[in-house]
């Protein structure tokens, strides 16, 4: 047991370094890279600190060059979720009764793994299997991640000390203990950084995981998992499994013992999996947390009294970073008509400027969409936009699979504010511009507000202070990240919790103490030091 009251190291950001031509970092994540892309690996799954081959395997391959493999990873069978679950429950004992600055140093551990050694390799896999750029994998795969866990371990310590109240007479503490039985994490594919987040933020807690990752981000997920056993998780503590994610969440959520469910992906998976667990609520030792963070219809506001450069540079980093790939991209805009030249011109210089291909050539801001699926439904509503009369194409709309899956950015005006893609979440390099008139803010701001189920980013611009708090407060409800004069993404862990409402999750605020809380039970001891010896209260007389 510990003896003492520790300080954890203070917590701060990871810089992110430059990648300019020339720097040791740029030097180093292309080796990383060319020596990545030109070998095979096998990714086994990682049971009970074993790695577990079944020799039924699926193939794995760049989006940017998807005819190119860089390697294989096995698919689990029903015994394999069942071995995962029982081997976190056996661990389960050790673990929750590890020392918390025991934990806290694994983690923290893994942080400065991340830092240095592994920097170029967790980068350059994010680079070839997710298709970011150099910058998009630093912010990611590299800095976010580091954050999350340092920033974790303080705020565990913030929570243990919150303490309520005592007296000379009795002592009251609160124990905040790990979930009972084990947790399951099912991470998507677009950040490496939340793919490592999910299951490591509830183990740091003293809880056990089952980890089922996106298909198309096992690459980048072997080396977390390297980075975990490294730093020293114990076996059993996060348990890994690929493959059938029917099978494999029916299995989790069939065990009477599973207790919580830390998920990233789309609404409808999300809800079906709410369901699920609602149907099997009679099975279990306990009620399971329940925490997602979903989809989004994120948006751009600018008001009459916006800078127009800085509006074009809202939507064409917020819409086109990584493919528009993000949660929180920009995907529908409103702009006033007397700003719509000065920001049509500068949004259609910026894009023609843009340059599309592989990561490897670092002078590409844009690459490849995850996968064909993807791809495919893009590609259908671009041609739809071409041909509807009600919505032009300002730049961009062409497409093509033949190497990768590559989408142009795609600027679309809609002349009908609830045309179809102001609405619908399409996860790609496609933005949606309504022009108001000038006169019609409060109306828009209505618009905005009632145009989507989602509610997870939003942004407005403007220099009128008084049109800032309108779309402050009129925006209140549909934008749990909300940003003033700013893109709607780039959220930094410890600067700005992330999450949203609606239908874009439970907003639990990842990178915050709110999502720690989720994942412990506490218990309430008060201990009476003189103990009473009769019933009787002075009232009785």
């Not at 509830?202 to 809880?207: E, F, I």
């Not at 039970?521 to 010896?533: L, N």
Request: charged share 20%; proline share 5%.
């Amino acid at each position: 047991m510990g003896k003492g009251f520790f300080n954890v190291p203070i917590a701060v950001n990871e810089p992110v370094m430059s990648y300019a031509p020339g720097s040791p970092e740029r030097d180093a994540v292309l080796k990383a890279y060319k020596e990545m892309f030109n070998s095979q690996v096998d990714v086994p799954m990682y049971i009970n600190g074993k790695d577990i081959s079944t020799g039924n395997t699926r193939t794995m391959s760049p989006p940017h060059d998807h005819k190119h493999v860089v390697g294989t990873y096995h698919l689990a069978e029903k015994k394999h979720v069942d071995e995962a679950i029982a081997t976190a429950l056996e661990a389960r004992t050790a673990w929750a009764n590890t020392p918390w600055e025991q934990r806290a140093a694994i983690f923290l551990k893994a942080a400065e793994l991340i830092a240095g050694p592994y920097r170029a390799k967790i980068n350059a896999a994010t680079m070839i299997a997710q298709s970011k750029n150099i910058f998009q994998a630093e912010i990611d795969a590299s800095c976010e991640l580091i954050d999350f866990l340092r920033f974790n371990v303080q705020f565990m310590t913030d929570i243990y000390m919150e303490q309520p109240e005592s007296t000379s007479d009795a002592w009251n503490r609160i124990e905040y203990r790990p979930l009972e039985g084990f947790t399951y994490a099912v991470t998507p594919f677009n950040f490496t950084a939340i793919a490592g987040n999910l299951p490591a933020c509830m183990a740091l807690m003293g809880n056990v995981v089952v980890w089922k990752p996106s298909d198309s981000q096992i690459y980048s997920a072997k080396v977390i998992m390297d980075v975990f056993k490294e730093a020293g998780v114990p076996d059993g503590v996060i348990n890994v499994v690929f493959g059938d994610p029917v099978m494999i969440t029916d299995t989790v959520m069939a065990s009477p013992d599973f207790s919580g469910l830390h998920f990233t992906g789309s609404t409808f998976i999300f809800k079906e999996l709410w369901k699920k667990i609602g149907n099997n609520i009679h099975n279990y030792k306990t009620y399971p947390r329940i925490v997602g963070e979903t989809g989004g219809k994120d948006f751009i506001v600018a008001h009459k009294t916006a800078n127009a450069k800085q509006v074009a540079t809202a939507i064409v980093r917020g819409a086109f970073e990584f493919q528009g790939q993000k949660c929180s991209a920009a995907s529908r805009a409103y702009i006033p008509k007397s700003l719509w030249n000065d920001v049509q011109k500068y949004v259609v210089e910026d894009v023609k400027s843009f340059k599309m291909g592989s990561p490897e050539d670092m002078s590409n801001f844009i690459t490849a969409v995850i996968h064909e699926g993807s791809f495919d439904k893009l590609a259908k509503y671009i041609d739809q936009a071409k041909n509807d009369a009600d919505a032009d194409i300002l730049i961009g709309g062409g497409y093509d699979k033949s190497k990768g899956y590559f989408i142009e950015p795609t600027v679309i005006v809609a002349k009908d504010p609830k045309y179809t893609t102001m609405c619908t979440e399409l996860f790609g390099p496609i933005i949606t511009i309504y022009v108001y008139e000038d006169d019609a803010y409060v109306e828009t701001l209505k618009l905005v507000d009632e145009t989507s189920e989602y509610a997870l980013t939003g942004a407005v611009l403007a220099t009128d202070r008084y049109a800032i708090t309108q779309a402050t407060e009129a925006l209140q409800n549909c934008a749990g990240n909300f940003y003033i004069n700013d893109k709607p993404t780039g959220a930094v862990v410890g600067q700005q919790p992330f999450g949203g409402a609606r239908a874009s999750g439970t907003n639990d605020k990842a990178g915050s103490a709110q999502n720690l809380l989720r994942w412990v039970s506490p218990r309430m001891i008060k201990e009476t030091f003189v103990t009473p010896i009769d019933y009787r209260y002075p009232f009785l007389g």
